[in-house]
């Protein structure tokens, strides 16, 4: 049957130089690719490190033109890239809405907004999230199996993840709403919420000092929420521990291979990864 020509797809003719550019740029198998990767990531470092200086007082005083300046060539040298991987990529639109394109784009915007909004070139140590990028220039993309393999338990933790979390905003609240009662204004308990902030610096025994009871009851209560917060502590790391040995579990079938005796291989795998011989069907 003769596809509809509604539903027919034509390909657009394109530059041979876009074709070079598009190998350079995105691809990661030529030794033009991998160099501009490279170069790339040694840049996005550079300019993270001009971003982190000066914000330090000292150096801004001594060498604020000289940093604004490398700030500004780092940003116009990544507006170029930006431009270039728009014109080289065969799906511009979809790159562009892609994660590491949206990302790549947001790497320059804060140069620009701070034209407008004093402050916000802080914001380019977002470009730090560019290193992403070295998983396909090192050919690390067998990390991203485990990657899944940790979201699937985090996916499964989340109903007791969020019990435990009601859980100790209601013992915050009705802790912070008794050490209000016992110890009041002269304490600096003024309110239930400045309680309640107590309640979590204690419990998450974080400990400002800030804040602290003086009478005997609310030393009391203190120390009951003390105690409680180290228990406390272990809940969320026993339930994500859990849930990934069941994930890990899961990618993984225990078939015996009749020629090693090997039982402990991928769920998808049809030959044994020590020997080669055919595994039997699970």
Avoid: N
Avoid at 17 to 29: C, N, T
């Amino acid at each position: 049957m003769p596809v509809p020509v509604s539903e027919r797809r034509t390909e657009v003719a394109r530059a041979p130089w876009r074709d070079a550019l598009e190998v350079i740029i995105f691809g990661v198998d030529t030794r033009a690719g991998r160099m501009f990767d490279l170069v790339l990531l040694v840049m996005i470092l550079a300019s993270v490190t001009v971003v982190l200086l000066e914000s330090v007082p000292s150096l801004r005083r001594e060498h604020a033109m000289l940093l604004r300046s490398a700030e500004w060539g780092f940003t116009a040298l990544f507006t170029v890239e930006y431009v270039l991987r728009l014109v080289s990529a065969r799906r511009p639109v979809r790159y562009a809405l892609s994660f590491l394109g949206l990302i790549d784009l947001l790497a320059v915007i804060p140069a620009y907004v701070s034209l407008l909004v004093a402050g916000t070139q802080s914001l380019a140590v977002i470009r730090a999230l560019r290193l992403l990028r070295v998983f396909r220039v090192l050919k690390l993309t067998h990390y991203v199996g485990e990657a899944r393999v940790l979201l699937r338990a985090l996916r499964a933790s989340r109903p007791k993840i969020t019990v435990f979390l009601v859980t100790v905003i209601t013992i915050v609240v009705i802790i912070g709403a008794l050490m209000y009662l016992v110890e009041g204004d002269a304490s600096g308990f003024t309110s239930i919420p400045v309680s309640m902030y107590w309640a979590i610096v204690t419990l998450t025994t974080v400990g400002y000092g800030d804040i602290a009871p003086r009478t005997v009851l609310g030393r009391m209560l203190a120390s009951v929420l003390m105690i409680l917060g180290y228990g406390i502590i272990a809940v969320p790391t026993g339930i994500v521990s859990a849930e990934l040995v069941r994930a890990g579990a899961g990618s993984v079938l225990h078939r015996v291979c009749p020629g090693c005796h090997a039982d402990t291989h991928d769920g998808d795998a049809r030959y044994c990864k020590g020997c080669g011989t055919a595994l039997p069907d699970a």
